[in-house]
């Protein structure tokens, strides 16, 4: 699919939130995606009451990367009432265990002002997925970063919602030293 001259190559789909929840559409968007020939990722929103154990075993439980898939990602936009050191820990604790698992370093997704308040200083190794809307050229954030998410209200052929809007930093080579491998 192309928009104004810009080919749409790369997916993200949810596909788990907390301790047992899987995304109902996952199975088939994950496996739509790949038969429209796009690069594809998934993702897990993050619950900040629950273990980060816990919740990336049910990733891992569901997901199977292949070779040419981008990395995990986690989405963390919201730290309820727990501290800041609770949801760091619980968020490492995610990170470490799906690394292992897949043998590659997983994306942290979140909000450029969320980053700065609680991410930023422990998790600037992670590739970064940022989302900002509202600005035109780049999102307001002072770390490098990977995906930029800057709408979320685009259309795309096959889906009849609106969908986000993200762009990759970088050229077709650093793309594809991003994927599984």
Not at 150 to 158: F, P, S
């Amino acid at each position: 699919m192309k928009i104004k001259d810009v080919k749409i190559n790369f997916s993200f789909i949810k596909a788990t939130e907390g301790i047992n929840n899987e995304d109902r559409r996952y199975n088939r968007n994950w496996k739509e995606a790949r038969k429209a020939g796009m690069a594809r990722g998934a993702y897990h929103f993050f619950n900040p009451y629950r273990s980060g154990r816990q919740q990336a075993q049910n990733f891992i439980e569901t997901v199977l990367l292949k070779k040419g898939d981008l990395p995990p990602v986690l989405d963390v936009e919201q730290v309820g009432s727990v501290t800041k050191l609770q949801l760091q820990q619980r968020i490492q604790d995610w990170l470490q265990l799906v690394e292992m698992h897949y043998k590659v370093k997983p994306i942290i997704y979140t909000g450029a002002d969320f980053y700065v308040n609680y991410l930023a200083g422990k998790f600037d190794a992670y590739p970064l997925w940022v989302a900002h809307y509202l600005v035109k050229d780049k999102p307001r954030i002072k770390r490098p970063w990977h995906f930029w998410q800057h709408n979320e209200a685009g259309h795309v052929n096959g889906i009849d919602a609106f969908v986000d809007f993200n762009v990759f930093s970088g050229d077709s080579t650093a793309f594809k030293d991003l994927l599984v491998q």
